[in-house]
């Protein structure tokens, strides 16, 4: 079993939808989680950093963190088609040099 | 340079081929990592040093594959006698802080195919 889960979609939506992306994760040694943007034959680039569970805001994103659960949640309000990508939630551990990432979940907004 | 960049992008090899991959990180950056991501999958974590110091490289596949950073800047990850199984993207990331903590700057990739 994997130590982060994610559901890899694909996920299609209409322009201005609100879209909600989750993770799960097994480990509670897990402290600190990350949402990255993955354009096509690019690079990912990190969005979002949270450390303590709750809510952080940002613009149009929302990142959720429930560590009792061990969920966590991206929300994209008023969905845009340049929100089309991949999005990897990431996570580590307070000791280690690694992140450790789900497979990401593959989001087309139309418009 | 701006951003990460990383060289050659794209690269065929003949199964058992040897393959060298460049990466060179934002000016400055202390910590460099480099990952693998194989198609419709997240990135894994291979290995990561800090300056010239290779601190982990418990994620490298097998002793195959081989990274180093000879002057704290550019590095290099070679894969000998490659198999099919090693195609993938190998992506290169730097951060200006130690560990896994900072915000890391990922290259576009190396997209490498074993034929």
């Known amino acids: 079993q994997k130590e982060v889960e994610q559901d890899p979609g694909p996920l299609s939506v209409p322009e201005g939808a609100i879209v909600s992306l989750n993770c799960t994760y097994s480990?509670?040694?897990?402290?600190?989680f990350m949402w990255y943007r993955q354009y096509s034959r690019k690079g990912p680039e990190l969005l979002m950093y949270t450390y303590s569970s709750g809510n952080k805001e940002d613009g149009r994103f929302t990142a959720q963190v429930d560590k009792s659960s061990k969920y966590i949640s991206l929300f994209i309000r008023d969905s845009q088609p340049s929100d089309s990508a991949t999005y990897l939630c990431a996570m580590y551990k307070t000791s280690g040099s690694r992140l450790t990432f789900g497979e990401g979940t593959q989001l087309t907004v139309n418009p | 340079g701006a951003g990460v960049s990383q060289s050659p992008r794209y690269k065929v090899a003949k199964r058992g081929q040897d393959v060298a991959l460049r990466c060179d990180p934002i000016?400055?950056?202390?910590?460099l990592f480099w990952y693998q991501q194989a198609l419709g999958q997240g990135p894994e974590f291979l290995t990561y040093f800090q300056n010239e110091a290779q601190l982990d490289k418990s994620g490298l596949p097998s002793d195959r594959f081989f990274a180093e950073r000879p002057e704290g800047s550019v590095s290099t990850l070679k894969i000998q006698r490659t198999q099919q199984e090693d195609s993938a993207v190998y992506l290169c990331?730097?951060?200006?802080?130690?560990?896994?903590?900072?915000?890391?700057?990922f290259g576009p990739g190396t997209r490498l195919t074993v034929l």
């Open positions: 990331a730097s951060s200006q802080g130690q560990g896994a903590w900072d915000e890391q700057f």
């Open positions: 480990n509670s040694a897990f402290q600190y």
């Open positions: 000016s400055g950056h202390v910590s």
